[in-house]
């Protein structure tokens, strides 16, 4: 039977099961670095992978599975399946800053899908991050919910508002969440989530335009018109 997991990543932990390659240093140099933390001591089920992935300094929910079909889902732009992420800044948001945000800002000569953006009320009820942050003047907490994954995006639309992100919290994917769990922590998707899940990919699927006809081959033209 397949595994589905909500896994909330604490900061400081890669998105893999596995270490990332480290560059070679001297023999016995005193600046070695000790491996970072992985997935792998935190007692997942066997065979499950990550949908997607958060940064090594981002925080909060994801999913992992052991089916491929799920994972497709979760995964593939075509389908553009929310996510919600809060986010700390450093600066006061103005207006004129979320909306470059919702329209979409360009990143390395790549303009973003627009996206929702505003400005929380209240701090969000989060756990403690690992490493505490040390903010040099206001900050403000902005809930942001994207419909792509570029590397580091988030970061990189902050910053090009002049609001740098000084901590990343992912609370939801679709309708799941990170409700009840501690970082670290993990359960199994529920039956409504994936069935949540299910429905939104069937109906984004209809929306996608038909696939262009195959074209025949030059070859196999010429030979039927000589027939």
């Not at 270490?19 to 001591?41: C, F, W």
């Not at 403000?140 to 508002?161: F, P, S």
Request: proline share 10%; hydrophobic share 35%.
């Amino acid at each position: 039977m397949s595994r589905a997991i909500a896994f909330f990543k604490p900061f400081g932990v890669l998105s893999s099961f596995t270490h990332e390659v480290q560059p070679r240093r001297a023999v016995g140099a005193a600046n070695d670095l000790p491996p970072k933390r992985t997935l792998s001591e935190f007692g997942l089920p066997k065979g499950v992978y990550a949908a997607g992935r958060l940064d090594y300094d981002s925080e909060g929910l994801l999913i992992l599975s052991d089916d491929g079909a799920l994972i497709h889902r979760l995964t593939d732009p075509r389908y553009k399946l929310p996510k919600t992420y809060y986010v700390q800044v450093e600066g006061v948001p103005t207006e004129a800053a979320l909306q470059q945000l919702r329209q979409g800002v360009t990143i390395k000569g790549y303009p973003t899908l627009p996206c929702q953006a505003h400005v929380l009320d209240a701090e969000p009820e989060l756990p403690p991050r690992g490493k505490p942050i040390t903010p040099h003047g206001p900050t403000a907490w902005l809930e942001i919910v994207l419909r792509e994954g570029k590397k580091r995006q988030i970061r990189h639309m902050t910053a090009a508002v002049g609001l740098p992100t000084l901590r990343l919290v992912r609370v939801a994917i679709g309708p799941v969440t990170i409700a009840g769990l501690a970082p670290g922590q993990w359960r199994d998707l529920s039956e409504s989530e994936l069935d949540s899940i299910i429905r939104y990919h069937a109906t984004m699927h209809s929306n996608l335009p038909s696939p262009m006809p195959a074209r025949r081959r030059k070859s196999q033209t010429l030979r039927r018109s000589r027939s």
